[in-house]
């Protein structure tokens, strides 16, 4: 059995877990998720605590087990609390900024990038440099936030690039001119 499997599932007031032909539902003041199970695995509702079960051991069933653990306290943490990744650009001239629904940003290429949020997703630019993606889905909060850094990833002789909020980018030496040297 799994470790994390095994971990009991807190859910805080005003969340309601609910699991119903292999689909679990997740509804809180921020929103609903649902996410549906394979394999041989039970979700108990028990008052304010939810448990996984593995009803078998074959391998899957188990490989699985922690997986869904985790993937539902996401859920109950991001419909009671929500996530939030933060971006930061740096570079000479480099900014972004909201046009409406759409981020807009000026990155070093001949032309402004457009992005335009999934559904679920908030796009904001507290200032030019920085940009917040906030959501209820982990995963989808992730991808977004991926997806914008890899419009420019942070290069390591200058430094250059969008970087995650407190990323440490590795700087390597530049090139050496050899004179002088036998």
Avoid at 13 to 26: H, K
Avoid at 29 to 57: F, Q, S, W, Y
Avoid at 100 to 129: Q, R
Avoid at 137 to 148: E, M
Wanted: glycine fraction near 12%; proline fraction near 4%; charge should be positive.
């Amino acid at each position: 059995m799994s470790r994390i499997g095994k971990k009991v599932i807190a859910v805080p007031a005003g969340v309601t877990v609910s699991f119903e032909n292999g689909v679990v539902t997740v509804k809180g003041p921020k929103g609903t998720l649902t996410r549906e199970i394979l394999g041989n695995i039970d979700v108990k509702n028990e008052g304010a605590e939810v448990h996984v079960v593995a009803c078998d051991e074959l391998k899957e069933t188990n490989a699985r087990h922690g997986l869904y653990r985790a993937l539902i306290a996401d859920m109950v943490k991001g419909v009671s609390e929500g996530f939030v990744r933060a971006l930061e650009i740096k570079g000479v001239g480099w900014k972004a900024q909201m046009q409406g629904n759409k981020l807009v940003m000026n990155i070093g290429f001949s032309h402004p990038v457009e992005y335009t949020a999934p559904a679920g997703i908030t796009l904001e630019c507290p200032t030019a440099t920085d940009i917040t993606v906030s959501g209820i889905d982990k995963v989808l909060v992730g991808q977004v936030a991926a997806d914008l850094r890899a419009y420019r990833t942070p290069e390591p002789y200058h430094g250059y690039g969008i970087r995650y909020k407190g990323e440490q980018v590795e700087h390597k030496e530049g090139k050496t001119s050899g004179k002088g040297k036998k």
